[in-house]
């Protein structure tokens, strides 16, 4: 014990003769410092604490000074880091380097802590000595944690999505999910491999203006608000697809980042095509056709149903059934629209009365229908007036013939 404390007395009075002997000043400058100091010997004995190391480790200068790196980790509950500390203290003395490398004990509190120990070789008197340089990393390494689990939790999700998800930072994708991949035909290692800018290629050239003149907006932060715009996605084959985008800033590993969502409309682009065929057809169909709601409310007529009733689509949509058929009325409606339910579909005759007064004779086959939650009436019309014309001629003729024969 007296040797070990006659070497630290030793290197004390080296130590103040480097100072000019000032011992007030010198330990005052130690103190000051933000970072937690031990001086070590070659032999991993340790000779000196600041107030900073005394308080990182929450230990007294007697339970520190005098004793080996060994036994200081043991009383930190750290021994499994001894050779790591012992191999940095060789190196540094033999090659006159530094070295720096991390540990975490537990505190007296029981809270896991993370220190960086940064080992600097260093002459006092001419002695060598290691100044063993203490920082508490512990908050950045819990919310690097944090970040970690974040990130995970994100990646997690991500995959699990029917949406393509990318991050773009400086023009490069960060980060994407599988759908991506799916939805492009380009591998995980070919996408994590393009040089910035090189993503363009997914935009049709026609679409390449007005989806960049957006993402170079956003960067130089014209647009802070969350952006939405669709174009041709052009994918590894050449397949062509539409796309939704829907993006917005987000903080990103020590910057800004986009975080852009694709949705691949294909599917809903060729459903609209064909509603779209279907509403021509229908728009253009020879046959007069009227949809009506129960309350008799007409909601959709064709080209043909205005001009057989000389009315406008405007005019007709605010109208109900019985204002064009004579033959229904307010208050049969009601008891038609059970019928019709009941039915399903059937034909019938009746008039239809255009907008200058006259009345001519339809063929009507009305169906029900249920879509959702609501109920429709469809109903096709036919103007049979040349076949009642035809029908009449005929009868006259028939009672012609009819006269002439009983008379012969």
């Not at 070590?40 to 604490?49: A, C, P, R, T, Y």
């Not at 508490?136 to 995970?152: A, P, V």
């Amino acid at each position: 014990m007296a040797k070990k404390e006659a070497k630290s007395k030793l290197f004390e009075e080296r130590f103040l003769q480097s100072f000019n002997n000032k011992r007030e000043l010198s330990l005052s400058i130690l103190d000051s410092l933000s970072v937690g100091i031990f001086i070590v010997d070659i032999k991993g004995e340790l000779l000196f604490s600041n107030e900073k190391a005394r308080y990182i480790f929450d230990l007294s200068m007697d339970q520190i000074v005098g004793k080996s790196l060994r036994k200081f980790l043991l009383i930190l509950q750290a021994p499994k880091y001894t050779s790591k500390f012992e191999a940095a203290l060789r190196e540094v003395f033999n090659h006159k380097t530094s070295r720096i490398l991390e540990f975490q004990f537990y505190d007296s509190e029981d809270t896991l802590r993370w220190i960086k120990a940064s080992f600097f070789p260093i002459k006092i008197s001419n002695s060598n000595y290691i100044s063993l340089n203490f920082q508490d990393i512990s908050e950045g390494k819990y919310f690097e944690l944090q970040l970690h689990e974040s990130e995970e939790k994100f990646r997690i999700i991500s995959e699990q999505l029917f949406i393509a998800i990318i991050i773009f930072q400086d023009f490069q994708i960060k980060f994407h999910n599988k759908k991506l991949i799916d939805l492009t035909g380009y591998s995980a290692d070919e996408i994590n491999s393009w040089k910035p800018g090189e993503f363009i290629k997914l935009i049709h050239p026609d679409d390449r203006k007005g989806a960049m003149s957006k993402i170079r907006n956003r960067y130089i932060g014209k647009i802070n608000t969350l952006i939405n715009y669709q174009f041709r996605l052009v994918s590894k084959n050449g397949e062509i697809k539409w796309v939704e985008v829907f993006s917005k800033a987000i903080p990103y590993k020590n910057g800004e980042a986009d975080l852009t969502t694709i949705i691949d409309l294909s599917d809903k682009k060729k459903i609209e095509q064909d509603l779209l065929f279907t509403q021509f057809s229908l728009d253009h169909s020879a046959e007069a056709t009227f949809w009506a709601v129960s309350n008799a409310d007409l909601i959709y007529v064709n080209e043909a149903a205005c001009h057989s009733l000389g009315y406008s689509r405007e005019e007709l949509l605010n109208m109900k059934v019985y204002d064009i058929d004579p033959n229904m009325s307010e208050d049969v409606w009601a008891d038609h629209w059970n019928d019709l339910k009941n039915r399903g579909t059937f034909t019938l005759e009746t008039h239809h009365l255009c907008k200058n007064g006259n009345l001519f004779p339809v063929e009507i086959t009305v169906n029900y229908l249920e879509y959702g939650f609501s109920e429709y009436n469809c109903v096709i019309a036919r103007n049979i007036s040349e076949r009642k014309g035809a029908e009449e001629r005929l009868k006259k003729s028939e009672q012609k013939y009819r006269e002439a024969y009983r008379f012969v």
